[in-house]
């Protein structure tokens, strides 16, 4: 059985998150700004290092992240079974497969991470 919630922003902590997850965003979009100019400086050099490679492999997990969740939140199924509160449709299994998802690849992403910063 697969839990999950389907508004996880009501509750109070909900606009604590909302702020966590845009500085997330802004400060992927400021790393992802710093590796591009780096490539262009490095050109195919850039390549050759095992790091570069980890860290775009982590931004392109962490990108996926962003991507499967906007996903799961803007999904019309997802929205639909928000004002069915006595039924619960096929489509809830597909729900709940993105939505685990964004946490496989946001775990994924915290290990790489982690790799990178521990040498």
């Keep these: ?3 999950m919630r389907l508004q996880p922003y ?3 902590i909900g606009n604590f998150r909302i702020f966590i997850e ?3 965003v802004i400060i992927f979009i400021y790393y992802l700004y710093e590796e591009i100019m780096e490539m262009k400086k490095r050109r195919l050099a850039y390549f050759y290092e ?3 490679v980890m860290e775009l ?3 392109g997990l962490f990108l996926t992240c962003i991507v499967y969740w906007v996903y799961f939140l803007t999904r019309p199924a997802r929205l639909e079974m928000l004002h069915q509160q006595t039924e619960f449709p096929e ?3 597909g729900l709940a497969v993105s939505y685990k998802a964004v946490l496989d690849i946001a775990s994924l992403t ?3 991470t982690f790799f990178k910063v521990t040498p």
Excluded: D, G, K
Aim: avoid cysteine; charged fraction near 5%.
């Design 22 to 24: 845009l500085v997330m």
């Design 1 to 3: 059985i697969w839990t």
């Design 50 to 52: 095992f790091w570069n």
């Design 10 to 12: 009501n509750r109070p």
């Design 91 to 93: 489509f809830v299994y």
């Design 110 to 112: 915290i290990v790489f």
């Design 57 to 59: 492999t982590t931004m």
